[in-house]
């Protein structure tokens, strides 16, 4: 079934960044820096939440393992332009500096050839099926939400101290609010995904199709709002 679960093994994993890339990125990684400026908490935040949704949007993966030492740093010398092409509507980011998620082994896909079948064939000849309602609720905590939240908090922790706590509480705050409400139609989303999945069917790819529409626009709205916080 999901033969990505934690997925992609150091060796097999396509997706990975490898040492040979990391060396491009010569900034090092976030977790190289006792703490970030308010102007660079803004601009990492914004290129790792676009950089996401434009992930899931073209392959349908989320990345799963957020943390400091995955955000990498890369200066650019001059200002270049970021291109985020797969989103709803294609977003351009001039900058001088390009922030980047690194090491893709614990990332999840979403895609019909990964999720693949609910039913293990045993040696025996004998068919085992996976509870489907389990398997939702684990997935949820691989969302596309669930990832954007990490890299908030994330990179919330490592802003000056003069900035940090203003926007850890905007931030709690505008959180408490919203979280029930993007995590149930996540959550819906997922739930009708995997189940038209585990059916014989031949709409699969239009069945994957729809669910990333879904989630893209809601994460997108998710984002919008977010920003407005963050820059109020």
């Not at 709803?88 to 990964?114: G, M, N, R, W």
């Amino acid at each position: 079934m999901l033969k990505n679960k934690y997925f992609c093994g150091l060796t097999e994993s396509k997706y990975k960044v490898t040492l040979e890339v990391m060396k491009m990125y010569n900034g090092g990684s976030i977790n190289n820096l006792s703490s970030i400026t308010l102007s660079t908490f803004k601009s990492c935040l914004e290129q790792l939440v676009l950089c996401q949704i434009n992930l899931l949007a073209k392959t349908g993966i989320t990345h799963c393992d957020v943390h400091p030492g995955n955000l990498l740093i890369n200066k650019l010398g001059k200002e270049k332009e970021l291109v985020y092409g797969y989103l709803t509507e294609p977003v351009k980011i001039k900058t001088k500096y390009e922030f980047i998620l690194s090491d893709y082994d614990k990332c999840v896909d979403f895609s019909p050839q990964a999720i693949g079948s609910f039913y293990v064939s045993e040696p025996d000849g004998t068919t085992l099926q996976f509870d489907l309602t389990e398997t939702i609720t684990d997935l949820v905590e691989s969302t596309l939400y669930k990832n954007i939240c990490r890299t908030c908090s994330v990179l919330i922790e490592k802003l000056e101290p003069e900035f940090k706590q203003t926007v850890k509480s905007a931030y709690g705050k505008f959180h408490g609010q919203i979280d029930a409400i993007i995590n149930k139609k996540e959550k819906e989303y997922l739930t009708t995904y995997i189940y038209a999945m585990n059916k014989n069917s031949n709409n699969k790819i239009d069945q994957f199709i729809q669910w990333k529409k879904s989630v893209i626009k809601l994460n997108l709205k998710y984002w919008k709002l977010l920003n407005k916080i963050i820059n109020s």
